[in-house]
């Protein structure tokens, strides 16, 4: 496709009827495009830049786990687990993410790659996973905030979504697991230290 997200500006001076036909064309051009609906400009910057922050920062208002705040026409939502996540399961949860998810972006630890802290960066339908080194002092963790649409977040789904992604150890549900206890069994040996 040609763009990931596309952002709609002025959505407050055309009618529902106007938007719905735009809407459609840019579906037509841009199929699978995550469309942002925007008056006056306004969108966070999080939703077009990536910034520098590897830990994600949710905003004072939010909670910890599963809560979301607020906005004017976005939404945050947390999610975070001290345990490893499955990659298959991790992947399988952003695949299905609802389109009014405009952005998602966190820090992990993999269970298939334990020892190894990894950022995750999600914007439109593209995503991303980078090895950013060991973990710190505080220890693997995943941390996960997503952005959305106002009307478009279901906590209760994403919730469930996300817990449905925490590993379980067993290499009969992630063929990666498997692969990597056959191929090297060392890099999992110091998993429960983790």
Request: glycine share 8%; aromatic share 6%.
């Amino acid at each position: 496709g040609v763009a990931d997200v596309v952002v709609l500006n002025k959505t407050d001076l055309v009618s529902a009827d106007e938007l719905a036909r735009v809407k459609q064309l840019v579906q037509l051009v841009t199929p699978g495009s995550r469309i942002i609906e925007a008056v006056q400009g306004r969108i966070p910057l999080e939703l077009v830049f990536e910034g520098g922050r590897e830990t994600p920062q949710p905003r004072p208002e939010e909670g910890h786990h599963g809560d979301y705040a607020h906005d004017h026409v976005f939404t945050t939502w947390s999610w975070k687990s001290d345990r490893a996540l499955s990659l298959p399961r991790l992947r399988s949860a952003l695949e299905q993410l609802p389109e009014s998810v405009y952005r998602c972006k966190g820090v992990v630890q993999i269970e298939e790659m334990p020892r190894n802290r990894y950022v995750l960066q999600m914007v439109g339908r593209r995503y991303d996973f980078a090895e950013t080194g060991r973990w710190d002092e505080e220890g693997p963790r995943s941390e996960i905030v997503l952005i959305g649409g106002r009307d478009g977040i279901d906590p209760e789904r994403l919730q469930s979504a996300f817990d449905a992604c925490i590993g379980t150890g067993d290499e009969s549900q992630s063929p990666v697991l498997r692969l990597v206890k056959k191929l090297a069994p060392e890099l999992l040996a110091d998993m429960d230290k983790c």
